[in-house]
């Protein structure tokens, strides 16, 4: 059994950086794609990290190219998200998110194991 934990969600000034933590616990990296979503009131979860663990590539939507940065652990076994330069258009409920094998299309549903989300709230 998969299981994420994320931590490490606060409420910010706008400008400000935070650090989001994913313990990983039921599998390895491997060759898996590990992924940081968020979700805001009244829209959609949205992707804004992913990385395939077996070759390390990333990508990022173009609302947090430069700003976020995923990374990944493999003595810890936990998952990274460093958010730096944050806006108050990054305020939601990031949630970290699992996929065994490779990534797939940059969609909620191609994740099948979730982390039950922490809080960021960036204030202007």
């Known amino acids: 059994q998969v299981q994420l934990v994320e931590s490490g969600g606060d409420s910010v000034q706008a400008g400000g950086s935070l650090r989001l933590s994913c313990v990983v616990s039921?599998?390895?990296?491997?060759?898996?794609?590990m992924a940081w979503f968020r979700q805001a009131p009244g829209k959609e979860r949205e992707g804004v990290a992913r990385?395939?663990?077996?070759?390390?590539?990333?990508y990022y939507p173009d609302s947090v190219k430069g700003r976020f940065t995923i990374a990944q652990d493999t003595a810890k076994n936990t998952l990274y998200l460093q958010m730096n330069s944050l806006k108050p258009e990054d305020t939601a409920i990031y949630y970290c998110a699992a996929r065994l094998g490779p990534c797939a299309f940059f969609l909620a549903s191609s994740f099948k194991f979730w982390g039950q989300g922490t809080q960021v709230t960036v204030s202007s």
């Open positions: 990385i395939y663990s077996g070759s390390g590539s990333t």
């Open positions: 039921g599998t390895s990296f491997g060759n898996n794609c």
